[in-house]
Each structure stands twice: as structure tokens, then as C-alpha cells.
């Protein structure tokens, strides 16, 4: 398992980490052939998740704004560019109250289609349908602008 730990010192700074995090993550996807990337994002509330997916659908050519789905579970973006034909889902479990919800909005699926990126947050929610092949990001508030992220990469 590879593990990396970063501080960044601005929500600009976790975004644009998100850009060049990214670029690693597909590149290896093409090799993989094997179903979704899936990301989780560990972390208490305000500690930068959010804006992490944010700076992540930016640099996939996502447009228009990405807020947390809250009070939705699951919202689905369409990449553009040279990321065309590919998705983003990001799924936010805080609400939720068993992995059911989750399942039933088609998880399964969607962590089988090799085009689909898919992102977590609260995943603490859903670990008993998380599979052992993903990446975890933790992200921690070291003080007011500065978070501190692990990322690990589990094969
Ligand atoms: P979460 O989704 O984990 O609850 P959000 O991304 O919604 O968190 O909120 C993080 C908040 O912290 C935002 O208001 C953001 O502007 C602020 N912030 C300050 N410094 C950072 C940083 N280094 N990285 C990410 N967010 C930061
Ligand atoms: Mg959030």
C-alpha cells in the first residue's frame, strides 16, 4: 500500500491537488480494465471533502457548480474534454441511514462500469459495500486554512 501525506494551506490549494491527483488516477485506469475508480474521503465535517470534489470535477471538465449532495445521496456529473464518455458520482452518506439506501441506487453498478469515477464522502456509512480496491484520502483540520490529507492507495 502507498501512502502520501500532504498539508495544503487553502481551499484553492486542496482543489488544485484535486487537478493533479486526478491526472494519476485515470492514467492508471486505462491499464486497470477492472470496474470504477473509487475514492473515499474519511474526515470530520468542514474538513475539506467537499472542496476536494470540487477541484476534482474542475479538472474533468465538469460544468457548472458541485455542491455537496447532502440531501440527495448520490448527484452524477458528465466529464468533458479529453475525459468525455466518462462520470463522476459523488455520493455523500452522511444522512443516510443504512448502506441500503446506497445499494439501491444502483452502487453496484456503477462501481462496474470502468468509465465511472466514483467519490465518497462519509464512507464510514457504507463500509460493509466498499470494496478492498480503492483509494482513501483522509483529511484532517490542523487549524483554520490548514488540512492535513493522507492519501492511501490500497490494490
Ligand atoms: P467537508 O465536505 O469535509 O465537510 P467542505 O469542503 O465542505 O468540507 O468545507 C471545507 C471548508 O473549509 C470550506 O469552507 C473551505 O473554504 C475551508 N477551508 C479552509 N482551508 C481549507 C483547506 N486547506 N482545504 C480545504 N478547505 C479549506
Ligand atoms: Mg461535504
Given at each position: 500500500?502507498?501512502?502520501?501525506?500532504?498539508?495544503?494551506?487553502?481551499?484553492?490549494?486542496?482543489?488544485?491537488?484535486?487537478?493533479?491527483?486526478?491526472?494519476?488516477?485515470l492514467a492508471e485506469a486505462r491499464t486497470a480494465k477492472d470496474g470504477a475508480r473509487l475514492i473515499c474521503l474519511w474526515g470530520d465535517l468542514?474538513?475539506?471533502?467537499?472542496?476536494?470534489?470540487?477541484?476534482?470535477?474542475?479538472?474533468?471538465?465538469?460544468?457548472?457548480?458541485?455542491?455537496?449532495?447532502?440531501?440527495?445521496?448520490?448527484?452524477?456529473?458528465?466529464?468533458?474534454?479529453?475525459?468525455?464518455?466518462?462520470?463522476?458520482?459523488h455520493f455523500d452518506c452522511y444522512r443516510i441511514r443504512s448502506a441500503e439506501e446506497v445499494d439501491d441506487l444502483g452502487w453496484r453498478e456503477?462501481?462496474?462500469?470502468?468509465?465511472?469515477?466514483?467519490?465518497?464522502?462519509?464512507?464510514?456509512?457504507?463500509?460493509?459495500?466498499?470494496?478492498?480496491?480503492?483509494?482513501?484520502?483522509?483529511?484532517?483540520?490542523?487549524?483554520?486554512?490548514?488540512?492535513?490529507?493522507?492519501?492511501?492507495?490500497?490494490?
Amino acid at each position: 500500500m502507498k501512502e502520501l501525506k500532504i498539508v495544503t494551506n487553502s481551499a484553492k490549494e486542496t482543489r488544485e491537488l484535486a487537478g493533479k491527483f486526478i491526472g494519476e488516477v485515470l492514467a492508471e485506469a486505462r491499464t486497470a480494465k477492472d470496474g470504477a475508480r473509487l475514492i473515499c474521503l474519511w474526515g470530520d465535517l468542514g474538513s475539506g471533502k467537499t472542496t476536494f470534489t470540487q477541484g476534482l470535477a474542475e479538472g474533468l471538465g465538469v460544468k457548472g457548480v458541485v455542491n455537496s449532495p447532502t440531501f440527495l445521496i448520490m448527484k452524477k456529473y458528465l466529464l468533458g474534454g479529453k475525459y468525455a464518455g466518462m462520470n463522476l458520482y459523488h455520493f455523500d452518506c452522511y444522512r443516510i441511514r443504512s448502506a441500503e439506501e446506497v445499494d439501491d441506487l444502483g452502487w453496484r453498478e456503477i462501481l462496474a462500469d470502468g468509465n465511472n469515477l466514483v467519490v465518497v464522502e462519509w464512507p464510514e456509512k457504507i463500509t460493509e459495500i466498499l470494496p478492498e480496491k480503492r483509494i482513501d484520502m483522509e483529511f484532517e483540520t490542523m487549524a483554520p486554512d490548514a488540512r492535513r490529507i493522507a492519501i492511501k492507495k490500497r490494490e
